[in-house]
């Protein structure tokens, strides 16, 4: 088997870099070897960058500031960009979301002039042949910056990113100064692609199955059947009279309306340290971990994401019945209880998901709401942590249940009085 150190040779050699230029190269392939593998991806490139950078002034470039920018692929963000700065030595990100691939700002850039021509860009930015044709060199010019370069890193696809790099000395790049960045490009875009590709994977599987679902199913929790047992804080949620609603509303306007909803139900759930684990319909599946600070505390933290969820979604039908709208009615059921976390469904088709008694509990306390006309619903093992905020509603029986089940409600002071529920 080959070692990394001389791959690093090999492909140095392929891209042509000199003799004097081959260490740079050699150290560069196996620390991103290295860094590729590393658990936190995120800052190991952040140090892998760094060191780069520091590496290069070792070597006599001057580098003044450092940019390499990537497509992403989330539902908010279209790229994303890590800088490099000399006087700090320091590593901060950008992340630019859509709308501004539209901007004045990105169409007239050097990075949209190399993704519409995939070319190399040089300008110097002081002397007789600067050539200040964009209004970002005229910033790096103003930062003292004297020279600018940006180079294209294929990758295959549409996704292409750039490295930029400006220099402060004097003269600007030298010819050997650029040879070595273009030596190291080729190397740069394959490091970015796989970083990327490992980033937009999990970007993708946090958007869609959560994050600790995503950090589960990325670490190799993929077989069928297989989970384990928590306890946790159950919550679940939906709109009442759905069903109606959606037969006389347009498809569009419906899912901007479950859009806005789930905005307002699942925001809070986040700011409190719960997880969405599904949309189901016009419902939510959430769930408040108890591992890390017990069950008081995660009923804590599902009791104040409840009260800012009626909060955020009394504040939205305000605007709604403003444009004259009817408001949305939610209904939300907590429990704690165990239940098994993991992955369920076809051989080539999984959810990773909770299942167990418990899930079933609070899908059936959560159809009560409407019933006992109030927005949220609890259990006694819900109650029993967070007694000052629930009132009891006395015995009920849920559907498949023999024993009837005491059910408590949200004390009107807790924020609950606005938004009543009738059958």
Known sequence: MSRPEDVASALADRIGGPERQRPLADWFLVAAGEACAAPDDRAAMDQLLQDLCERLVDRGVLLHRV????????????????????????????????????????????????RETG?????????????????????????????????PLPRGDERAGYISLTTDAPGGFDPAALALIETLVPILALVVKLFSTKRMAADLLAVYLGEDAARRVLSGEIRRGTG???????????????????????????????????????????????????????????????DQGGEALAVAHALEATIAALSSLDRLNQARVTEGRAPLVT?????????????????????????????NTVARVQALCGDLAEPVLATRDFARLAPTQMVSRGLHRLRGMVAPTELFALEKSAGAERLQVSS
Not at 83 to 109: A, K, M
Not at 119 to 141: C, I, Q, S, T
Not at 351 to 356: R, W
């Open 67 to 114: 940019a390499v920018g990537v497509r992403a692929l989330h539902p908010l963000l279209f790229a994303r960009q890590t800088i490099w700065q000399r006087g700090c030595n320091c590593i901060s990100t950008v992340d630019r979301e859509f709308g501004v691939e539209s901007s004045p700002v990105y169409l007239h850039s050097p990075v949209h002039r190399i």
């Open 331 to 359: 209904k939300i059921a907590l429990h704690v209880g165990e239940m098994m976390y993991g992955n369920v469904g076809a051989a080539d088709r999984l959810d990773f998901t909770v299942i167990g008694p418990a899930v």
């Open 228 to 290: 384990q047992l928590i306890r946790a804080v159950l919550w679940h949620c939906d709109l009442k009279d759905f069903t109606a609603l959606s037969d006389v509303t347009p498809a569009p306007v419906l899912i901007a309306l479950l859009d806005s909803y789930f905005e307002a139900m699942a925001r809070p759930i986040a700011a409190q340290g719960g997880e969405v684990l599904k949309f189901i319909g016009d419902g939510i599946l959430a769930i408040f971990r108890t």
């Open 119 to 151: 070319l190399p860009l040089r300008r110097r930015l002081v002397g007789p042949d600067a050539e200040l044709d964009f209004p970002v060199l005229d910033e790096l010019k103003a930062e003292g910056a004297t020279d600018y370069v940006i180079h």
